[in-house]
């Protein structure tokens, strides 16, 4: 495709030579004179005098005059996810269900599903259309997912939630009678895990992407639009607001809520019952405002020197009270 072609299909300019063809895509660093690559910051735009790229996409403000063949996008990372599409297009899903596919009866399943080898459907489970079950998922019963879901080998929807009540000195198990709801345009990722809710629906908005070997507890109510990356885990109860974006390995307490667009930075743990504001961005645990946990990051590096200072003053002190001690 040349890169006048591509440019306008992106909705964007061009400058350079609009003729060169652009056969694949590959970063900066490894990019070749029939490949495509994309600026998408300070740092990047500093190893493209170096790139053999034969075109780049950058921002609308790079400046001008770099001699190279550019195209210019209002947000060139989205712009080059695009293109991706275009130069290497992912094979078609093939509709149907593969024949080492465990499909109960009862179960609906849309049209345009395909369902990979190895899968386990349930009861009661209803699968929408366009979706796509890679090799060895499993759905447990009382289990709807909306059209175009997408979910990636290993995970395991509506398993028991982890609930257990004492008697007699004994855990006794807390039956788990819920449902699990997934929306529209859901992605799910290798080895995730949704739980059912012990009572009611633990459910997955609209349009919203989780990552690999995630956890979300019962009861869970996630929002539409909302990002999980990967080795995170909700406790019961959790709720997650639309637009919010949770790093990775972040723990959640039961009954915490995350409100709408805020942003959990990776590792960071929030308490029991906590709220996270509409659009605050937190980090560390337990997690705090960002501007609050770099003071306290900078304070705790700063130990050493307030040690050795104090050491220093004790040692004054101490000299003083023995000269004190001989004049008396």
Avoid at 67 to 72: D, F, K, P, S
Avoid at 292 to 319: C, F, H, I, S
């Amino acid at each position: 495709m040349r890169v006048r072609e591509l440019a306008e299909w992106l909705g964007a300019t061009f400058e350079g030579d609009g003729e060169k063809e652009i056969l694949d895509v590959a970063p900066l660093e490894t990019a070749g004179s029939s490949d495509l690559s994309f600026v998408g910051n300070q740092k990047a735009a500093k190893q493209l005098e170096a790139s053999a790229a034969g075109a780049i996409i950058v921002p609308g403000e790079f400046p001008e005059g770099s001699g190279r063949t550019l195209i210019r996008a209002a947000v060139p990372r989205t712009a080059f996810a695009h293109a991706i599409g275009r130069l290497r297009p992912s094979p078609p899903f093939i509709a149907g269900i593969h024949p080492t596919a465990a499909i109960d009866a009862s179960a609906e399943i849309g049209p345009g599903v395909s369902i990979g080898p190895g899968c386990a459907v349930a009861k009661r489970v209803v699968i929408g259309e366009g979706s796509v079950l890679h090799a060895n998922v499993t759905i447990y019963e009382d289990v709807d997912i909306g059209r175009r879901a997408i979910l990636h080998s290993g995970c395991v929807i509506g398993a028991d939630g982890f609930g257990f009540v004492m008697e007699q000195d004994r855990y006794q198990k807390f039956p788990q009678v819920g449902r699990v709801e997934i929306g529209d345009d859901v992605e799910i990722g290798a080895n995730t895990c949704i739980d059912r809710a012990a009572l009611g629906v633990t459910s997955i908005g609209e349009g919203t992407k989780i990552d690999n070997m995630v956890h979300i507890g019962h009861n869970c109510r996630v929002g539409k639009h909302v990002v999980i990356a990967a080795q995170t885990g909700f406790s019961g109860g959790v709720v997650i607001e639309d637009y919010a974006v949770v790093g990775g390995q972040v723990g959640i307490g039961d009954k915490a809520r995350v409100e709408s667009r805020a942003v959990l930075g990776s590792g960071c743990g929030v308490l029991t019952s906590k709220i996270v504001r509409a659009g605050q961005v937190v980090w560390g645990t337990p997690a705090r405002p960002l501007k609050q946990y770099l003071e306290q990051l900078a304070n705790l590096g700063r130990l050493p020197e307030m040690w050795r200072t104090l050491a220093d003053l004790k040692r004054r002190v101490a000299g003083m009270e023995a000269d004190r001690e001989r004049k008396s």
